[in-house]
C-alpha cells in the first residue's frame, strides 16, 4: 500500500477519534474529508500539493453540509441560560454593596461581588436587575 493512502486512512481515523475528546463536530467533518482524500486516492494519483488543496475543500464542503443539513435540526437546549450567569439574574432583587457613583456601583450576589450599573444610589439600596451588558447588570431602584 502506497504511504500517502496510509497517511489519509490514519489522519482520518485520528480526526473521527479526536471528535470524541473535543466539543464541537468540525473535526468528524474534517476526518470525512480525509477519507474522502483516501477514497480519491484509490482512484486516481494526485500529487501531494493537489491533495492538500482536496483535503481543504472537502473539509469546507463536509463542514458546510454540516452547517446545511444537521445544524438546523438541533433541538434547542431546555436550559438556554445555562453558562450565562448575568442573564439568570433579570428580575432578581439585591441591596447594593456599594453606592452607585457615576453609573457604577456593586452588589453582593453569593460570594461575589457584581458590577451595576444604573442611577445613582446610596448604599443598601434595594434593586432589580433589568437587563445584563457583557459582565455589569443594569438595575432600576425599587421603592
Do not use: C
Request: aromatic content about 10%; charged content about 20%.
Amino acid at each position: 500500500m502506497r504511504i500517502e493512502l496510509m497517511v489519509w486512512a490514519g489522519l482520518a481515523l485520528a480526526l473521527v477519534a479526536a471528535e470524541a475528546l473535543v466539543p464541537g463536530v468540525f473535526l468528524l467533518w474534517m476526518g470525512l474529508a480525509a477519507a474522502t482524500v483516501f477514497v480519491l486516492l484509490l482512484a486516481f494519483d494526485l500529487a501531494p500539493v493537489w491533495q492538500a488543496v482536496a483535503f481543504v475543500l472537502l473539509s469546507f464542503a463536509w463542514i458546510g453540509v454540516y452547517m446545511a443539513f444537521f445544524r438546523k435540526r438541533e433541538k434547542p437546549s431546555d436550559q438556554p441560560l445555562l453558562n450565562r450567569r448575568s442573564e439568570q439574574l433579570v428580575g432578581q432583587v439585591f441591596h447594593l454593596e456599594q453606592a452607585i457613583v457615576d453609573g457604577r456601583g456593586r452588589v453582593k450576589i453569593g460570594d461575589a461581588l457584581w458590577v451595576v450599573e444604573g442611577e445613582e444610589l446610596p448604599a443598601g439600596a434595594r434593586v432589580r436587575v433589568v437587563s445584563a451588558n457583557n459582565m455589569a447588570l443594569q438595575v432600576r431602584a425599587i421603592d
